[in-house]
Each structure stands twice: as C-alpha cells, then as structure tokens.
C-alpha cells in the first residue's frame, strides 16, 4: 500500500513514549450527536437559592449554561488526542431535583468524521463546575458525580445506548431499534464462484443477518452466477413470488465484461433512480479512491425498490453503513408516491 492510499507517513520508531491522534482522513463525514449527564448535590440552602435566584453572583443555571456550551467548544484545548470538530449544536438543560441537586443534561452535534461523545461529557463537566463555583460561598460542601454518557450516534457503531437505562424523554426521540420491522426484504447475489461452491458466499449472508437484525423478513436468498439471463428471471420470480418490498443485488456492478448487473436492471425495472449510484459513489470515495469505478444504482421493479451493491464483503459493509440510516424511510416515501397497490414491472 502506497503512502498516498494510507494518507500518513511512518516514522522510525524509537524506544520512548508514542502518542498519535487517530487518523480520520479515510472515515466519512456523518452526522454524530451525543448526550451526557452528570449531577451536583448542593445542600437544601443552596438548593432553594438557586431556585430562586437568588445567590450573590445570580443566576447561577443561565451562566451554567453559557459555561457547558464553551466546556464543548474547547474540549480539544483540553483533551489533547481530541480533533477539533465544526459543532453544529450544543444544547444545556439545567434540573433542579428536589431536595438538593441539580442535573445536568448536554446534547452535543455535528457533521463529522469522529464522535462528539468527550464534547458533551466535557460540557457537563463545565456547567456542573460552574455550579460548584458560584455555589460555594453558600454551601461548601458540595458534590460532583454520576456523569455518564447517555447516548451517541453516527459512523460505523451507529447508535449506542447506555446499557444502565437513560431517561425516558431522551428514549422517546431515538430512532426504533428494528427499523425494517415486517418488511419484507430478498438479497440475490451475482458471482460466478460463490454460484459454483469455489467460496463460500459472505456478503449475501452477512446481509441477511444485518436484514433480520433490523426486524425484516427474509423473503428470499439466491446466490447466482453473472448470466443477464439468469440475473433477470431470478428477479422476475423473486418479485412476483416473493413480493419484497425491497431487494438488494449483490455483485456484477464493475467494469467486467461479466459484470452485468445494470445492464439487467436497466431491462427489469419501470424505472431508474439515478440519485442512488451517485450518492454511493461520492460516499465511497471516503473509503477508496477508486469508487467511480463501480456502477451501482436502483430502481422500481414495481412496487419494490432494488439496490445494485458490489460483490466484495468490504464493499458492501461500507455500502449499507452509508444507506442502512435511510432504508425505513426511503421506503415510507416511496409507499407515499402511489406504490402501495401496484404490481407488476416491466413484462
């Protein structure tokens, strides 16, 4: 592998301390969000003061606030294997619990490369210490703790969690954890040697079981060779007797000469969905710079949205990271579009 492909340069190593911030260059830009938490216990004193604002230095929430947006903006300065991200939002939210604590709640967003998970932690850490700090002239016995981070979202781990429960506010704006719940789905896989038993098929039944982890059916799986013929009676047959409401091709989509599976989806579909092969091509090129080369694209078999995928296990991995996120509601748009009763295709 080139320099250039693995856009860093290896220095000599040497027998001292190492430390190297992660290289994101050949990661994509996602939308990540993450919330964290964390509480102070004030006292009861101090508690009905900052209810009513009335502690010597003011409102002590509004300026803890201010306090957790910068804590997110300067998480960098402060975290030293940190990237400097573009925040596109960082939201505060201040919880007076009775008898004497104050929650904190910060939200933090962007369109990135890496996670903003240490900016909000880092967030709530300022705000709770700004509490601390204007406080403590009334009560000085005061107490940081339970910060943890609730949630976060975006790149390849996609949504994460925390296993020890979170709020159930936060619970209700989450994404379902089984998008494609009921839908059902078919995956046909083009390869001449997996079709002949020279290797075992990965990328078809990998999507199988990330399908069914997303809560669709599995209205069929075929593995067949790279025949135009065989590739169009195959998706003939799976769509009328099958009936999925999505199908996803796997393989025939290079530039071989047995690669030819656009060719047949130009001939099985109503329609092309040009949109969809481009957007995979400029998302692709995060991961390698030879994604032009590949033709994927969709189309409408009737009622059914068909997504062409390369063949390559690593091919398509990448491929669904970028358009798993959007699957559920590409197809309750197309449901909206006058689909829910029509058959057929093209004869």
Not at 235 to 260: A, F, H, N, W
Not at 321 to 345: C, D, V, Y
């Amino acid at each position: 592998m080139s320099n250039t492909e693995k856009n860093i340069i290896d220095f000599p190593a040497d027998d001292g301390a190492q430390f190297r911030m992660i290289d994101v260059g050949r990661k994509r830009v996602t939308r990540r969000r993450a919330v964290a938490e964390g509480k102070i216990t004030v006292g009861p004193v101090a508690f009905e003061k900052i209810k009513s604002k009335s502690l010597p230095k003011g409102d002590v929430l509004a300026l803890a606030e201010m306090a957790g947006i910068t804590g997110a903006k300067k998480t960098p300065e402060t975290l030293l294997m940190c990237h400097s991200l573009p925040l596109d939002q960082v939201t505060i939210h201040c919880v007076l619990e009775a008898p004497a604590s104050v929650r904190v709640y910060a939200q933090v967003a962007a369109h990135a490369k890496t996670g903003v998970e240490m900016e909000a932690v880092m967030a709530v850490q300022a705000a709770l210490a700004t509490i601390w700090d204007l406080t403590k002239g009334t009560e000085p016995n005061l107490l940081i703790g339970d910060i943890r981070l609730l949630v976060k979202e975006g790149g390849k781990s996609g949504l994460w969690v925390n296993p020890d429960g979170i709020p159930a506010w936060l619970a209700e704006q989450l994404p379902p954890a089984r998008p494609l719940e009921g839908v059902p789905v078919a995956v046909i896989v083009m390869s001449d040697r997996a079709h002949a038993g020279v290797y075992e098929d990965k990328s078809g039944s990998w999507l199988v079981e990330e399908l069914k982890a997303s809560g669709a059916q599995i209205a069929d799986y075929s593995v067949i060779p790279d025949d135009e013929n065989i590739i169009f009676s195959t998706m003939r047959r799976v769509y009328e007797q099958k009936q999925p409401k999505l199908m996803i091709m796997s393989g025939g989509t290079g530039p071989g000469p047995r690669d030819v599976t656009p060719e047949v989806m130009h001939r099985a579909c109503d329609r092309i969905l040009q949109g969809f092969g481009e957007m995979l091509r400029r998302e692709s090129a995060a991961y390698t710079d030879t994604a032009w080369l590949s033709r994927m694209e969709a189309g409408m078999m009737g009622n059914a949205l068909v997504m062409a995928l390369p063949g390559s296990p690593k091919a398509v991995f990448e491929c669904w990271e970028i358009i798993s996120p959007i699957i559920a509601r590409t197809l309750k748009m197309i449901a909206t579009q006058g689909f829910e009763k029509q058959a057929g295709g093209k004869p």
